[in-house]
């Protein structure tokens, strides 16, 4: 059996059940892909997060573990949250650093993906105020990536396997991964379509619209408002009938599959939402099935390149992998579940045990009730997973229209009246034309976007109470605090001219530094 591969799906009979196999197999080249493209994100997303290591992932910081409890999604246990030690925290940074580094070469491939996932959730759970769909969406690929053989080409286990590698497999994981993209890409399409403002393809524009959110080719992309209107339309058809990457084979889904990542391209280079569309690309880069392969053999061969150093690449990583000491089993989820290679109730007794990998976690998470019947857990985790997949709200149904900064009035000691926030006079007017800039990160952005919401009451207090800390010394310490969100409309006729928006000022809190009442400091204009 290779290396990770739960369940083949049993060979169907009929030319309906044939076709549908096909459309759900997946090259192992792709996978090899695939298994890259996690890695690398993770090791990405470790060395971004790192930037923020002490305010955002130490006891000390913005969000300490009571708050990443209490505002976590689940109740799930989370690795880095074992420790308020910011020296064990490290630690784990590193070997979760190692962890993804075993999955890029595919070194015990099985079991770096399960860890990896186990990893990045706890990571993801150790401050939730930072989070988006990007994390969502990833974790979600990396569960499925679990059920599929990633080490089977382009590894360090291929290289010891003692067989030679399959060239494809159509299994429940590869089923349910690129389910998984088709779900987010057609629920969000269903929410958008819920939207006037998308129908008309004005969403687009109004979205490349918001300073505190575009960034790169955005202005250059926003200066021509029909064409990016048309660009919006056509998303919502691609994402509605986004099936059709599923049902499509050869060059067809090929060509699908290069219209997709060009989009996600796009909204990388002109808004700054995180990795989604770093993470989106590794998944529809599944797609891509052996006649992808086929055609690339094709093109090299009309345009010789040469091939000597590629071979001597080639030989020389093969003998690297081998002086490698020999993987072990490691976690080997097919030991649980025997089968013959024909046996036709193996997709069932995979099924089963996928069903009660989620259940238990949903368990410890407290979605379900651990003193239900199994019969039950199982109804509720389902309903769980289901209600989850329905929340794809990626700027739907209504794209936000408003853009955003923020102004936190400060009293110091000596009776100036200062915008700590924005690290000058006390003025309303917002801190730039580039408001992106505002955020020295883009986890930034999301963390204050936690701070703004309203299920979020104790996070302007944390925020508050580490800026009275930080400056409580000297003539310019700070006695009285107040935080304010600035919200500008952003409409057609506005975009370019933010002096001509319609300004709202919402109090996020009021605190006092010391022992006095909070008090009110010179309000915004109305």
């Keep these: 059996m290779g290396d990770g591969l739960w369940v083949s799906v049993s060979e169907p009979s009929g030319t309906v059940g044939r076709y549908l196999r096909d459309c759900v197999r997946l090259d192992t080249r792709t996978l090899a892909v695939f298994r890259v493209a996690l890695a690398l994100l993770i090791l990405a997303d470790l060395l971004l997060r790192s930037r923020n290591f002490s305010t955002f992932y130490t006891d000390g910081g913005l969000v300490p573990h009571d708050l990443a409890r209490e505002t976590a999604p689940l109740e799930a246990p989370s690795i880095y949250l074992l420790s308020t030690e910011p020296a064990v925290t490290a630690a784990l940074f590193v070997v979760h650093g190692l962890i993804a580094l075993a999955l890029l070469v595919g070194y015990r491939t099985r079991t770096a993906t399960v860890l990896s996932f186990v990893f990045v959730v706890s990571l993801d759970l ?146 700054r939402i995180g990795a989604f569309a770093y993470v989106a690309i590794a998944g529809v880069v599944l797609f891509l099935q052996s006649s992808f392969w086929a055609d690339c053999s094709r093109v090299a061969r009309r345009f010789p390149v040469p091939t000597e150093p590629l071979e001597t690449t080639r030989v020389r990583l093969e003998s690297i992998a081998r002086a490698v000491p020999r993987p072990g089993l490691g976690f080997d989820p097919n030991a649980l579940i025997p089968w013959s290679p024909g046996d036709a109730t193996r997709s069932l007794l995979v099924a089963v045990f996928v069903t009660v990998l989620l259940v238990s976690m949903l368990s410890a998470g407290g979605v379900v009730d651990g003193d239900a019947s199994p019969a039950a857990e199982i109804d509720a985790a389902t309903a769980a997973v289901v209600d989850h997949q329905t929340d794809w709200y990626v700027f739907a149904p209504e794209p936000r229209t408003t853009d955003r900064y923020y102004v936190f009035p400060a009293k110091t000691a000596d009776g100036d009246v200062v915008d700590v926030y924005n690290d000058r006079d006390l003025s309303y007017e917002r801190p730039a034309d580039d408001l992106q800039r505002q955020y020295g990160t883009y986890r930034e952005r999301f963390y204050m976007n936690s701070v703004a919401a309203p299920d979020h009451p104790d996070a302007p207090v944390r925020l508050a109470e580490s800026i009275c800390s930080d400056q409580s010394e000297g003539k310019n310490a700070i006695t009285h605090l107040e935080m304010y969100l600035i919200e500008e409309e952003v409409t057609l006729e506005t975009i370019d001219e933010p002096a001509e928006r319609t300004r709202e000022a919402t109090l996020l809190s009021r605190h006092s530094c010391g022992d006095d009442e909070p008090e009110e400091i010179a309000p915004p204009p109305s």
């Excluded at 490349?208 to 200066?223: A, E, I, K, N, Y």
């Excluded at 067809?252 to 280079?269: E, G, N, P, W």
């Design 126 to 271: 150790a401050n939730p105020l930072v989070l988006s769909y990007a994390d969502v969406l990833f974790a979600w690929l990396l569960l499925w990536a679990t059920l599929l053989p990633l080490g089977e080409r382009w590894s360090i286990d291929a290289v010891h396997a003692d067989g030679p590698s399959r060239r494809s497999v159509a299994s429940l994981g590869s089923a349910l991964v690129l389910l998984q993209m088709i779900t987010m890409y057609t629920v969000n399409g269903y929410h958008k379509t819920a939207s006037d403002l998308w129908l008309t393809g004005e969403a687009a524009v109004l979205v490349l619209g918001l300073d505190d959110m575009t960034f790169l080719l955005g202005d250059l992309v926003r200066s021509a408002p029909t064409a990016l209107q048309i660009g919006g339309l056509i998303w919502v058809l691609m994402l509605s009938f986004s099936s059709v990457l599923l049902l499509a084979r050869g060059r067809l889904r090929t060509t699908l599959v290069a219209a997709f990542v060009t989009a996600h391209l796009s909204f990388a280079l002109t808004v």
